[in-house]
């Protein structure tokens, strides 16, 4: 079998110039039915050799999220099923592997964090920013309970020195 070049590959818009229906997922899928396409990959996955390949990623610090992503896009590239199905299945696919994996005592990532507590991490930092500016905008002068407890809630520390500047030095190096 012989490797592919970098050059061995479509180029951009050829697709466009191509006969119509000569890829698989151009043609209609050979699984319509969202059941179909879930007994399809739960028989698939149920073997103790493909967990524990999948295992293995999810030991070496992989998400289960874009290893379900990536088995349910190859379903849509060959033509099994369409992009909706994938959608609609992806939950099931990773409740199945996320089972079956962390039943073997290996610790899964599932990728997505909780939304919720991103929105509050975010609005937190937002917080800080604006209570360090407002600190160093005005400084205190005296015994300010109300900046003490800004202070307090930021978490605010004395400001270390910034370092000096290094400047390049080499063959290209301005200056």
């Known amino acids: 079998m012989a490797i592919a070049g970098p050059f061995d590959r479509p180029i951009p818009g050829q697709s466009l110039t191509d006969d119509p229906k000569n890829n698989p997922w151009e043609q209609p899928p050979q699984m319509a039915e969202i059941e179909e396409v879930a007994v399809y990959y739960i028989n698939k996955l149920a073997n103790q050799e493909v967990i524990d390949d999948f ?24 033509g099994l099923h369409t992009v909706d199905a994938s959608m609609l299945v992806a939950p099931i696919i990773h409740a199945f592997l996320k089972q079956a994996i962390t039943s073997q005592g290996i610790e899964v990532k599932d990728g997505d964090a909780d939304p919720q507590k991103k929105a509050e991490e975010a609005e937190m ?27 307090d809630l930021v978490g605010e520390q004395p400001e270390e020195e910034a370092a000096p500047e290094e400047k390049p030095m080499g063959l290209m190096a301005k200056g």
């Open 125 to 151: 930092r937002r917080f800080k920013l604006l209570a360090m500016s407002y600190l160093k905008d005005n400084p205190d002068e005296g015994d300010d309970p109300g900046k003490e407890m800004i202070s």
């Open 55 to 78: 295992g293995a990623l999810c030991q070496a610090g992989i998400s289960l999220k874009p290893i379900v992503e990536s088995i349910t896009s190859q379903g849509v590239i060959r």
